[in-house]
Structures are given as C-alpha cells and as structure tokens.
Nanobody, 124 residues
C-alpha cells in the first residue's frame, strides 16, 4: 500500500512563494510518476505538474509554467512543488498523486494513489 502525505500549504499574499512537500511511503518508487493536482471550490480537479521518479522527466500545466517547479529527493522518497509568483487564482487544495503505470501527462483518473491534500490560499 502506498501512502502519500502532503504538507507546506498555507496563506500567502499574491506574489509570494510556498513549497509543498509530498512524502511517499510503502513502496519502492522507482518507475513511478508523482504528480500534483489542485481543486478549487466548485471546479474540477486539474493537473499542475508531474515528475517521474527515475530520470526526472517533468511536465507542467500551461498556467504554472515558469512559476512552479516540481522536483524530488529519491533518498527521502519526497517530492516537492516550489510555487513562486503566486496568484489568487492559484488558491485551491493541492493533492499529491502517484502511479507506476502512467506518463507524466496523465489525467487525474489514471492515478491510483492520492494524498489527502493541503490548502493553499493566495490573498490579493
């Protein structure tokens, strides 16, 4: 069983930064893809960024390119999402997801493992 635990969310002013962490346990994550999704109130869950555990291939949503950076620390089984130049429209619950059998561009429905989410609120 895979467990994913997000942390690092909070309240920040527009233009500020946050770093989210996703600690993974329960499995060896070689060949896994780990992704961040977000869901704002009344909206569907949307893709933010993804990285594969080996090789570090990354993929980003157009809305966050140039502002967000996904990375991972294999020794800690942890992935990160560095979020800079935050905007009020980035406000959402951010979820970490993992799966072995997806590509970095996969949609949410293809991921088997999910964390419980961490709230990010950006004030204007």
């Amino acid at each position: 069983q895979v467990q994913l635990v997000e942390s690092g969310g909070g309240l920040v002013q527009a233009g500020g930064s946050l770093r989210l962490s996703c600690a993974a346990s329960g499995r060896t994550f070689s060949n896994y893809v780990l992704a961040w999704f977000r869901q704002a109130p009344g909206k569907e869950r949307e893709f933010v960024a993804a990285i594969n555990w080996i090789g570090g291939n990354t993929h980003y949503a157009d809305s966050v390119k140039g502002r967000f950076t996904i990375s991972r620390d294999n020794s800690k089984n942890t992935a990160y999402l560095q979020m800079n130049s935050l905007k009020p429209e980035d406000t959402a619950v951010y979820y970490c997801a993992a799966d072995r059998w997806v590509s970095v561009g996969a949609r949410a429905g293809l991921y088997d493992y999910w964390g419980r989410g961490t709230q990010v609120t950006v004030s204007s």
